[in-house]
């Protein structure tokens, strides 16, 4: 059976993942990408299995990516995906804790996991 991803654990798993690595996941170039050099990852490349990887997926929408991994979404998780890729992409690594609190708030959702950083 396939495991349907809840709004919290999506959260959950990026919220850790993004204060855990503490800097952007970026080309050679400055731009934000799913894998970046260093093995850093993105809000939703952290969500790729190694596996699945692959460059060819840099430049498709976050719902393309999730959906060619085989990761199924709750209801309303789509969303919540496109706001943490915006998070990692458009804000600036020292503010991503509170925003992170902030989107947590606006979604009705825990924000447990921000409490060990």
Known sequence: MTEIWTKQKLFDTVATHLLTQNEKSIDSHGNCVYRGTKGLKC???????????????????????????????????????????????KYCVESWKDRLSVLADYNGLSPTALESF
């Open 43 to 89: 809000a939703i490349g952290v969500l790729i299995p190694d596996e699945t990887y692959s460059a060819d997926m840099e430049g498709e929408t976050a719902q393309d990516v999730l959906r060619q991994c085989g990761l199924v979404l709750d209801k309303g998780a789509n969303h919540l995906a496109g706001s943490l890729q915006s998070l990692h992409d």
